[in-house]
C-alpha cells in the first residue's frame, strides 16, 4: 500500500442513504481511498449482505476495516460478560472478513479498579481464546486493540503495542486523538514522532507499514476524552500528526471520527499530499 488512505468512521453524511453500499459509492466519488464499517451497536448484517459489500469495494477500489461493538469488556467481573465480548470480537471478524475487510477494531476493557498488570493478564488471556479460535477459523483478519481516551479503559501504547508483540494477528489501532485526550499532552511533533518510534522498536518497521489511525478533533478533560470534536474546533495539531507520519513513511488506512466525518478525512488527506 503506498502511503495512508484516508476516510470515514461509518457511511459519510453527503451519501445517498445511510447503507454501507451507497457509502462505500460516495467515498469513491469523493476521493477518498477506505472506509471503517461500524458495527458499534451490534453486527447486524449477515453473510449475503457482506458479501455484496465486498464485491462494491473491490469494484469501487476502497479499502475496509470494521470497528466490532461498545460493549466489549475483557476485564469483565461476570465470566458470561466474557464470554459475550469475545463472541462479539468473533462475529465482528467473521463478517468483516466476508466484507474483505482488513482489520477489525475495539475497545478492550475497562480497569474497574484492578491494576494495570492484573487488567493486562486478563486481557491478554482472554484475547488469546479468540485468536486460537480465529486461527482455527483460518481468519485472517487483523484484530486490532484502540488506544483508549480515558484513565478508566484498557489502552495505553504501552498496554496496546505490549499485546500485539505477544499475540499473533494483533496489530495495534492508534488514535492520536484519544492519546492527546488522555493524556492531556502528545500534541506536537516530537510526541507523534516518539509514539511512531515506539511502534518500530516494539514491532518493528512492518508495523508502520500496516497502521490503522483514527483522528479526529477532540475535546477532553481531568478525565479524558469527552467527545470527537471537527479539527479546526479542537487543539489537536493534525498537521504535525501528518508530517510525523509521513516522515516515517507510514503506511495504511486512516480513518476520521470527526462528527463532519468526510469534511475533515478531505481536508486530512489534502494537508498529507501537500506536505
Request: with cysteine.
Amino acid at each position: 500500500m503506498a502511503g495512508l488512505l484516508f476516510g470515514t468512521g461509518g457511511t459519510p453524511h453527503s451519501s445517498k442513504t445511510l447503507s454501507t453500499i451507497d457509502g462505500i459509492k460516495r467515498i469513491a466519488e469523493l476521493g477518498l481511498g477506505c472506509m471503517e464499517l461500524e458495527f458499534v451497536q451490534g453486527v447486524k448484517m449477515g453473510e449475503a449482505g457482506a458479501r455484496l459489500v465486498a464485491e462494491t469495494a473491490a469494484k469501487e477500489g476502497i479499502k475496509l476495516s470494521a470497528h466490532g461493538p461498545y460493549f466489549i469488556n475483557l476485564n469483565a467481573r461476570e465470566p458470561q460478560k466474557i464470554i459475550a465480548s469475545q463472541e462479539r470480537i468473533l462475529q465482528t471478524a467473521r463478517i468483516a472478513a466476508i466484507c474483505g475487510a482488513q482489520s477489525v477494531v475495539f475497545h478492550a476493557a475497562y480497569y474497574l479498579g484492578d491494576s494495570p498488570e492484573k487488567t493486562y493478564s486478563a486481557v491478554r488471556k482472554h484475547l488469546g481464546e479468540v485468536m486460537n479460535q480465529l486461527k482455527r477459523e483460518n481468519n485472517r483478519v487483523w484484530i486490532r486493540p484502540e488506544v483508549m481516551g480515558k484513565p478508566s479503559q484498557f489502552g495505553t501504547p504501552e498496554e496496546v503495542l505490549n499485546l500485539c508483540s505477544e499475540l499473533e494477528g494483533v496489530a495495534p489501532c492508534m488514535d492520536f486523538a484519544h492519546w492527546h485526550a488522555r493524556t492531556g499532552e502528545f500534541n506536537s511533533y516530537p510526541e507523534f514522532a516518539s509514539v511512531l518510534q515506539q511502534i518500530k522498536q516494539w514491532l518493528g518497521d512492518e508495523a508502520l507499514d500496516n497502521m490503522h489511525i483514527h483522528i479526529s478533533g477532540i475535546a477532553y478533560g481531568k478525565k479524558g476524552e469527552i467527545k470527537h470534536l471537527n479539527l479546526k474546533e479542537s487543539d489537536l495539531q493534525y498537521v504535525e500528526l501528518l508530517k510525523a507520519l509521513k516522515d516515517y513513511e507510514a503506511k495504511g488506512l486512516v480513518t476520521c471520527e470527526s462528527p463532519n466525518l468526510e469534511e475533515d478525512a478531505l481536508l486530512l488527506q489534502e494537508t498529507y499530499n501537500n506536505l
